[in-house]
């Protein structure tokens, strides 16, 4: 990361050009109940969400985490833009299974399961960020009864030594090469009042935090607050 300006001419706290588009089909087989292509600058991806669907008796399901009597199945598939899928795709199909179990409203019929398959469509940077996101619209189109809504976020944080660490949103992969410190955080808005008073209002938790290098405490509570300020602007935005 070039020090006093970024590649694309954005400010360091600033997210690149997001759109998204419903009720998209065809990245995988069977039955689809939400789907959703995002671009995040030219990170694109398309999601698309199964179910639930009865879980098969063979299939041992786990409660998701700190739910009382939710037994829900969660199932990813993430394909690389090309080729097979290798370690990369199976640690993000983690992620994304994590995060879901995350958000799960208890309301959520029991013994069933949830299948999300994405597709990378190409990449530029925040990845887990942009298939995180994508998940999300994908469950609320299907109608899966979530806690709040989601949104994610990612914050490189650029080797600035003897500097301050500087810290930079959304980054591309040309920036997250020359980083630090990746980390992508995921935030469930408690509130579905869309308005911009209770949007910055609204209680924010934390239910996602996946970071790739090395920091120290002060910069980690650094890029939370930074992370959680800019999922706040998503959300506004998405609401407009």
């Not at 995040?40 to 009865?54: D, F, H, I, L, N």
């Not at 994590?98 to 029991?110: E, I, N, R, W």
Request: charged share 20%; with cysteine; aromatic share 2%.
């Amino acid at each position: 990361m070039v020090d006093g300006g970024r590649g694309d001419g954005r400010e360091d706290l600033e997210l690149r050009s997001s759109r998204y588009e419903l009720g998209v089909t065809g990245v995988g087989n069977g039955k689809v109940e939400g789907s959703v292509r995002l671009t995040s600058g030219r990170t694109e991806v398309a999601v698309e969400v199964k179910g639930p669907e009865a879980s098969l008796a063979s299939v041992v399901v786990k409660p998701t985490a700190n739910r009382d009597r939710v037994s829900v199945n969660v199932k990813s598939v993430v394909s690389p833009v090309s080729g097979q899928s290798g370690e990369r795709e199976q640690a993000l199909e983690e992620s994304i299974i994590k995060f879901v179990a995350g958000v799960l409203d208890p309301s959520c019929p029991p013994r069933t399961t949830i299948t999300v398959v994405a597709q990378i469509l190409s990449e530029d940077g925040s990845l887990l960020a942009c298939l995180l996101n994508a998940t999300a619209l994908a469950l609320m189109e299907a109608g899966i009864p979530l806690y709040g809504t989601p949104v994610s976020v990612a914050v490189a944080v650029a080797h600035s030594e003897p500097s301050p660490p500087r810290l930079c949103l959304d980054p591309d992969l040309a920036e997250e090469r020359t980083s630090q410190l990746v980390g992508t955080y995921s935030y469930l808005f408690s509130s579905v009042d869309s308005s911009e008073s209770a949007i910055e209002e609204m209680k924010a938790n934390i239910v996602h935090v996946s970071t790739l290098g090395n920091s120290n405490a002060q910069t980690a509570l650094h890029a939370l607050t930074v992370a959680e300020k800019a999922a706040r602007l998503v959300l506004r935005t998405r609401a407009c």
